[in-house]
Nanobody, 118 residues
Framework: QVHLVESGGGLVQPGGSLSLTCAAS????????MGWYRQAPGKQRELVAA???????NSADSVKGRFAISRDDAEGTVSLQMHNLKPEDTAVYYC????????????WGQGTQVTVSS
């Protein structure tokens, strides 16, 4: 079983910055993709950014140029650096890992709240 623990959420003013980190533990096996999703009240969960096989990065158009994602497979971590935050970035951010260990699996973190408000 794979366990994901997120840290780094909080309250920030518009234009500010925050960093999120997710650490994976357990029977991880090989990682296919690791990244971040978010869900705002009344909205569907959406991809923020992810690092897939070969180090390719996918990110939502709304965060390009403002958010940067990095992954360290040796440490089993993925980090999200968020800059120039906007009120519309307010959401619960979830870490996601897709991997393979005798079979394919998907794991989710418990979520961390990011609130952008003055």
């Amino acid at each position: 079983q794979v366990h994901l623990v997120e840290s780094g959420g909080g309250l920030v003013q518009p234009g500010g910055s925050l960093s999120l980190t997710c650490a994976a533990s357990g029977d991880i096996g090989s990682i296919s993709a690791m990244g971040w999703y978010r869900q705002a009240p009344g909205k569907q969960r959406e991809l923020v950014a992810a690092v897939t096989e070969g180090g390719k990065t996918n990110s939502a158009d709304s965060v390009k140029g403002r958010f940067a994602i990095s992954r360290d497979d040796a440490e089993g971590t993925v980090s999200l650096q968020m800059h120039n935050l906007k009120p519309e970035d307010t959401a619960v951010y979830y870490c996601n890992l897709r991997g393979y260990n005798t079979r394919s699996y998907t794991s989710w973190g418990q979520g961390t709240q990011v609130t952008v408000s003055s």
